[in-house]
């Protein structure tokens, strides 16, 4: 800090004293706009000016005469020439350049700057780009559209990631900030169409202002504003989207009929014995039960046959499809009105969404906002905003995913109506024919009917989400500004889940409570139950913030300093109330003290209790210095520092202050002379390199507990681990250095920026497998690891042609390879290795996430069984093959996880009113493991694959296949090891449509009788899915869990 | 120029007072519910996760030995850990990670926990005998867990070869990065011992709840653990000074015999309520009781229709558990402290004293009326009945395997056989492999030494 001070002296003392001063405005020809960041130069002098906000600049000029360049992004240069003294404010009108790009203003969240004059690497996203597709929310948006910016769909929420990985075991997701300040609700809150811009930063430059937190990137969402001088604007907006139904190709099973045969095989083989006798009375599939019956006699041969022959022509997909999903669609309104006078500026928008999804669940969402920019003084600016969001939603039928039984999956014959339309019970927890036997008739239906489950069990929620901000902004001295800004943010969550008598829930448990000696009672009164869960979010932030921006005849200097303190605060409870009546909305009271009898198992039983009350702080105390340097608009030196403490625990010992700092420099190289060419009118080098943090609550230094729940017998307070005492567990760090260039051509109809980067993770937490003789478990976290990451980030936007016909490419490639520096591996064995294509693998040298799989010697031409190797043997002993013996050594690598190039080409055409666009985005050089057949999981929980069909059968099938025999009893290494074998893994190359949208506009200059500015119309497709793919078994490796499903939506915008 | 830097050094001036004074903002902790264990309470709440602490007992040594059997199907439809544990095969015969071995120390670590910090809370009127309690209660659980891991991994105690058998490690603190060493089966005793005699010291006589260790408990498990030594002397003593405080015992004629589980939870001679996680293999629906041990019942004894399940197809299922469910009883009960007394007493030559207990037991456990007390006075003939009657009374209680294992020191030559689709697996007295093979995985993270065969 001392430093800066110093250097700011020194600067101040450079000003020459014996010039005039030039005072100038520059605004927009027509619209009288003042304009900002326009670029004054005096040819013979060599000094230059940039304007302000207000559009202002100053200039000490000498007497004379002089030429004034004037040139700015996105308007035609001007040269103007005056003499000095000038007497009065020199008013200079630039004409807009049509054609030309618009200048890019990035926000940092601490300032706006001019991307020209940034040392760091920023991608940013306009409104144009943004609002090609139509979403309900914000980040859904910005794949595709943002460089470095991709989406890991590995789990089934999916993790946002700038620049690929950071951290090994923490939270990946980068630092979302709204305007100001992270956001700390939940981004969905968010309507789309309020957003202006999107800015991501990428280096160690851009985001290492945001300290501990940035490790990740940074993504910051700039909300629309109203500008001063401004004609009232209103826009009306309104777009339905239509959405195809899912496909469910995430289930994957054997078909009806193989199955049906498979379980008469495996009855055959006395397998369901068990089961049968159990005390637990666990279901069996419905084929079973008529074999058990047909074998009791209880009914025929011929109406056993009849029967699974019925079975083996369903298909549970379908009937699923058929009876649960219904058209989905989103709708979604808004208005905006802006405007804004010489002192007041404002910005009015409503919007509301409506969603239904296939499954009947509704969603909608109100937001508010207004924001307010007053000039009280000349030196005194005061800004408002408020934002509401109300968002309520209300769960619909029964996910096919939530069909569960307590032993496996639903076999693939399951129906869930019958030839009426009536619900259908399917096997859910015990066997149905016990239960009907049991409590001579004082028991409920104990069937399960999934058609109407989820009606019976709805969850609604209901969100108030108010964030409120006031900006102070005062000019002590010329170019010293202090501003003070403080956010006020709370969001409300009442959810609640109401099991009604009729679900499946509730008729369980007051059925399994029910005591029948002589007389009936219920413990488990008849009633609904319902769960509340109340949640309110609580953020202040306030930050104080001193600006300096001073022009000297060839420096421009601009630092920034500050403070802030930030308090996030959780609070939360839960609680359970039994036997509702609905329709009163009186309550039963429970014993959760005393054990009952369970009526299936005679086992002591408690009734659930689950009250709770949760609260979480996270408190951020900051300070952090910014600035840049520019000498002749040529050469950019820029700095940043930033301190971080928090109250995580435990940080507080060892790394309460946690020192984060970045540097940078830029060159514009096409201005020097004796690079001056044709060839390349402007070229800039950037080079940036400092470090960042990423802190994760998870993480603590010391043993904790978690209190968890109430002994039932001691009635004490029970807890458990939640962490194990590490003491020299750090923050992580993140150092990046990044060397970028921009290049423009044609009068900027071709620009491009390169960006090659380094990432270095430090000090990175991660699971290290740990002998349990230690009793904390299998992996304990230590800050073992480090990771790096190198890149290359490209992106072109070129106007292809400029006539009648306006036809603009964008076009981004990022080339990403992780590996890992050092890794903490006590364990070599093969098994660590192969897990999925979700494990962390920790080989020096490889990626963070390498494929690697159990070498494949095909299938034994006798019987089908897949054969590895054992020292170089072809083998079929999978107990040594599978086992703590085998090593990283034993099996083949294959390549990352992680695509190594990704990126997207987005055209746009414009053509008298018509503008078509689309987007093809790619991934390549990457691998991912299929699932395959699984005999164990497919004899005891139902669970299979349709490459059963495919499996070796008789000598010589396996030249065809390399699907395992089907073996009864099944081995359960035998299936590991053709799971996690050369056989399933495949590449993830793939090309993907996804967007296009075509839209025509009216405007009141080609239809003068129109009383709006204009209309548009707008047509887009979402989702359109795979172009192109390498594998040839039709799965999309990005969406392994579940395919995104095609959305086509109609736009139509007034602007007046 | 000057006002530049008076505007500075005010900003910075408050800016740093700010942080000074912030100090205390931090301090507060991000989660309610967290807690770095330092209080009595933390430490209570810890020994008070039942679900960690008296539900996770291993069954491994259970599952070897012979007491029940398992049909060919239902031994094909299981995993091959579960086949190789029942076959008594060399290797292999646990799951990975999530094992008896992993909840033995898991355990051992949470003991240590409290062991660790309990003498850094200073001690005054009001919490002195809460903090002894809560120590006593550590101690317990580490014995326990100590134990039932010898028990299973090492062989039987033996006056002279256990200063060099290989035994378990013994992990005393709670640093994890330790590497684990096997202690001799000697100094795993010794360790056993002095934990509960010093847990004896600190436990009340009375306990809050069964779940939780009390002085009986600890004499009970002091009495257990000199028996497996075969130090009958001690055996006896501490029997004596557990039954001293509590000694009921249950008249199963109270009880429904036709009920699921006719035993109740927490009855009347639960001294501690423990319980195994079972291995499937073992699991109710499954386990069929050797028809030997059925026969051996006598038509008046209570026990043959409340502790069996007549299947309805000659096999007869246990459902006699002391924890009133499907799961398998492991903590201690009187009758457990009875039969042992009864033991070394027989052994000790004091044969009216040892018959006078067996004979208070079986009077509860047959038919009102038809009990005749046994009155013999050979002393061979009497322990052979009592091992007889423990092995009746004791079944499926995690038990067998330490019986088997001493007795067969003492020469019984008990061999295990079981038969399996035809071919016949055979288990004979004394074998190296009555110290279970430890999980293939510890052994390669920690380089310890495996059992050899």
């Known amino acids: 800090m001392k430093k800066y001070i110093l250097l700011m002296l020194m600067c101040i003392g450079i000003i020459s004293t014996k010039a005039q001063t030039l005072k100038g405005k520059v605004i927009e020809a027509g619209t009288s706009k003042p304009l900002q960041n326009i670029n004054i130069k005096i040819d013979k002098l060599n000094i230059s000016a940039i304007t302000n906000e207000q559009g202002d600049f100053t200039f000490a000029l000498k007497k004379g005469e002089a030429l004034l360049e004037i040139t700015g992004i996105g308007y035609l240069s001007q040269i103007k020439i005056i003499s000095s003294p000038y007497n009065g404010l020199l008013t200079i009108e630039l004409v807009p350049a049509i054609n030309q790009l618009e200048e890019v203003i990035v926000n940092t969240g601490y300032q706006k700057i001019a991307k020209e004059r940034a040392t760091g690497s920023f991608s940013h996203i306009s409104n144009e780009t943004f609002n090609q597709q139509i979403s309900t929310d914000v980040m859904s948006r910005l794949e595709g559209v943002a460089p470095a910016l991709s989406v890991d769909r590995r789990t089934l929420s999916g993790s946002i990631m700038v620049r690929g990985l950071s951290t090994l075991t923490g939270d990946r997701s980068p630092l979302i900030i709204l305007d100001e300040f992270p956001y700390a609700g939940d981004i969905t809150n968010i309507n789309p169409n309020d957003v202006e811009t999107v800015t991501i930063l990428k280096d160690a430059a851009a985001a290492s202002i945001w300290g501990a937190k940035a490790g990740n990137g940074v993504i910051v969402i700039t909300t629309k504003k109203g500008s001063y001088n401004k004609k009232i604007q209103i826009n009306v907006n309104a777009s339905t989207s239509i959405i195809e139904k899912p496909n469910l190709n995430e289930y994957n099973n054997v078909s009806a009929a193989e199955y049906v045969d498979l379980e008469k095989f495996l009855f055959s083989k006395g397998y369901y014995t068990s089961q049968e006798n159990s005390t637990a009375k666990i279901p069996l599939s419905p084929a079973v039960e008529l074999m058990i019956s047909a074998r009791d006699g209880k009914i025929t041969q011929e109406q056993l046959q009849v029967q699974l022959a019925f079975l083996k022509t369903q298909d549970i997909k379908n009937n699923y499809s058929n009876s649960f999903f219904k058209q989905a669609f989103n709708n979604q309104y808004n208005v905006s009105l802006k405007g804004g006078g010489s002192n007041m500026s404002w910005y009015v928008f409503t919007g509301y969404d409506q969603n239904k999804s296939a499954l009947g669940a509704d969603y909608s969402r109100l937001n508010l906002k207004l924001d307010n920019t007053i000039k009280l003084t000349n030196k005194l600016e005061i800004g408002i905003s408020l934002l509401l969001g109300k968002i309520s939603s209300k769960s619909g039928r029964t996910s096919f995913s939530s069909i569960t039984t307590n032993n496996g999956s639903l076999p693939p014959y399951t129906q869930f109506v019958d030839d009426l339309g009536n619900p259908l019970a399917v096997m859910k927890t015990y066997r149905s024919s016990f239960v009907s036997t049991l409590g001579g008739g004082n028991l409920l239906d104990w069937n399960y009917y999934p058609l109407t489950d989820g009606i019976n069990m709805p969850s609604t929620s209901a969100k108030l989400d108010i964030l409120s901000n006031l900006r102070l902004s005062y000019t002590l001295l010329k170019g010293l500004k202090l501003s003070l800004n403080y956010q006020y943010e709370k969001e409300n969550t009442n959810s609640n889940l109401v099991y009604g008598l009729d679900s499946y829930y509730t008729r369980n448990l007051i059925n399994q409570f029910t005591q029948i000696a002589g007389t009936v009672t219920r413990p488990v009164p008849l009633g609904s139950i319902r769960n509340d869960n109340l949640n309110v979010l609580t953020v202040n932030n306030i930050r104080g913030q001193l600006n300096y921006d001073h022009q000297w005849k060839d420096i421009n200097l601009s630092v920034l300093g500050g403070g802030e303190l930030r308090e996030a605060r959780t609070t939360g409870n839960g609680s359970t109330t039994y036997g509702i009546d609905e329709n009163t909305l009186r309550n039963v009271s429970v014993d959760n003290v005393n054990p009952y009898k369970s009526i299936v198992t005679g086992s002591n039983i408690y009734i659930p209790y689950n009250n709770n009350y949760d609260g979480l702080v996270n408190k951020y105390l900051s300070t952090f210095i910014n600035g840049a340097i520019n000498y002749k608009g040529k050469y950019t030196l820029s700095g940043s520092a930033r301190r971080d403490a928090s109250n995580l625990f435990g940080v507080a010992t060892n790394d309460l202050w946690n020192p984060l700092w970045s540097i940078g420099a830029s060159w514009l190289i096409s201005e020097e002379d004796f690079l001056k060419t044709k060839f390349l009118p402007y070229a800039r080098l950037r080079l940036t390199y400092g470090s960042s943090g990423n802190s994760d609550s998870k993480n603590a230094a010391f043993t904790t507990i978690s209190y968890t729940g109430t002994n039932a017998y001691t009635r004490t307070q029970y807890a458990g681990f939640s962490n194990y005492t590490n003491p020299n567990l750090k923050w992580e760090t993140v150092n990046t250095f990044n060397l970028g260039a921009d290049l423009r051509w044609f009068n900027n109809r071709l620009s491009a920026s390169f960006d090659y980067y380094v990432k270095k993770s430090l000090d990175l937490i991660g699971g290290d497998p740990i002998d349990y003789t230690g009793g904390v478990g299998f992996k304990i976290n230590r800050n073992a690891a480090e990771i790096s990451a190198r890149g290359f980030d490209m992106e072109i936007n070129s106007i292809n042609t400029n006539g009648a016909l306006k036809w603009t490419t964008s076009l981004f490639m990022n080339l990403y390879k992780d590996r890992v520096d050092k890794y903490y591996l006590t364990s070599a064995a093969a098994s660590t290795f192969v897990n999925g294509n979700n494990t962390i693998n920790g080989n020096i040298g490889l990626p963070v996430y390498a494929i690697y799989a159990y070498k494949w010697a095909g299938l034994n031409p006798q019987n089908g069984n897949p054969r590895g190797y054992v020292n170089g043997e072809i083998s079929e002993d999978y107990t040594t093959i599978t086992g703590a013996k085998a090593t990283i050594a034993d099996l083949t690598y294959f390549g990352t996880a992680f695509p190594k190039l990704t990126g997207a080409i987005g055209n746009s055409l414009k053509w008298n009113g018509f503008n078509l666009d689309f987007r093809i985005t790619y991934k390549f050089g990457y691998y991912f493991r299929r699932e395959g057949i699984d005999y164990t999981s497919l004899y005891s929980a139902r669970k299979g694959n349709e490459e059963y069909s495919h499996r070796w059968q008789q000598p010589g099938d396996e030249q065809n296949t390399s699907v395992p025999s089907a073996i009864y009893p099944s081995v359960s290494n035998r299936d590991n090891f053709y799971n996690f074998s050369e056989a399933t893994i495949l590449k993830g190359d793939h090309i993907r449509l996804q967007n296009i949208g075509l839209g025509y506009v009216f405007s009141k200059q080609a239809i003068k009788q129109l009383s709006f500015q204009n209309i548009t119309l707008r047509i887009v497709a979402n989702n359109l899915g795979i172009l192109w793919r390498s594998n040839t078994y039709r799965l999309d490796p990005d969406y392994p869990m579940a395919e995104p499903t095609k959305t086509f939506s109609f736009n139509l915008q007034f602007n007046l | ?453």
């Open chain 2, 1 to 453: 120029m000057k006002t530049y830097f008076k505007y500075v050094s005010l900003v910075l001036f408050v800016g740093t007072l700010c942080c000074f004074s912030c100090k205390k903002f931090l301090d507060e902790k991000p989660d309610a519910s967290l807690a770095v264990p330092t209080t009595l309470k933390d430490f209570q709440a810890l020994l008070d996760q039942n679900a960690q602490i008296n539900e996770n007992d291993p069954s491994s040594g259970e599952v070897s030995a012979g007491e029940y059997y398992v049909t060919d199907a239902d031994f094909l439809a299981r995993t091959e850990t579960d086949q190789r544990i029942y076959t008594w095969q060399n290797d292999n015969v646990l799951p990975a990670l999530e094992n008896d071995w992993a909840y033995c120390y898991r355990l051992v670590y949470r003991a240590n926990t409290i062991l660790n910090d309990i003498d850094k809370i200073e001690v005054n009127s009001l919490n002195a005998l809460t903090k002894q309690d809560i120590k006593g209660q550590a101690f317990y659980h580490r014995a326990k867990a100590f134990l039932q891991a010898v028990v299973i991994w090492a062989p039987v105690y033996h006056q002279v070869n256990s200063n060099t058998d290989l035994g378990v490690p013994l992990r005393l603190n709670i640093n994890f990065n330790e590497i684990s060493v096997r202690a001799t089966v000697k100094e795993n005793y010794n360790q056993i011992v002095n934990d509960i005699k010093k847990a004896i010291r600190l436990l009340p006589e009375i306990p809050l709840h069964v779940v939780r260790p009390s002085k009986p408990a600890a004499y009970g498990l002091l009495s257990r653990t000199y028996l497996l030594m075969g130090d009958f002397e001690n055996a006896k003593l501490y029997a004596d000074s557990c039954l001293a405080i509590k000694s009921n015992l249950l008249d199963y004629n109270t009880l429904n015999a036709t009920s699921s589980f006719p035993i109740t939870q927490f009855n009347p001679e639960v001294i501690i309520a423990s319980r195994m996680f079972g291995l499937p293999i073992i699991g109710a629906s499954r386990a069929k009781i050797i028809l030997e041990l059925y026969n051996s019942y006598d038509v008046k004894d209570l026990r043959k229709t409340i502790y069996f399940k007549d299947n309805a197809n000659g096999t007869f299922s246990f459902k006699g558990s002391y924890d009133g469910s499907s799961l398998y009883f492991s903590g201690i009960a009187t009758d457990e402290i009875y039969l042992n007394r009864a033991e070394c007493n027989a052994r000790l030559g004091k044969i009216p004293t040892a018959l006078s207990d067996l004979n208070a037991l079986l009077k509860k456990r047959y038919k009102t009326g038809t009990y005749i007390d046994y009155n013999l006075t050979d002393q061979k003939a009497v322990l052979e009945l009592i091992l007889k009657e423990r092995r009746k009374q004791l079944l499926m209680r995690g038990l067998r395997w330490g019986d088997i294992k001493r007795l067969n020191r003492e020469g019984a030559g008990i061999n295990l056989t079981r038969i399996i689709n035809g071919k016949t697996y055979y288990l004979p007295a004394n074998s190296a492999r009555f110290a279970l093979p430890i999980p293939e995985d510890v052994i390669a993270l920690s380089g310890m030494p495996q059992n050899k065969y």
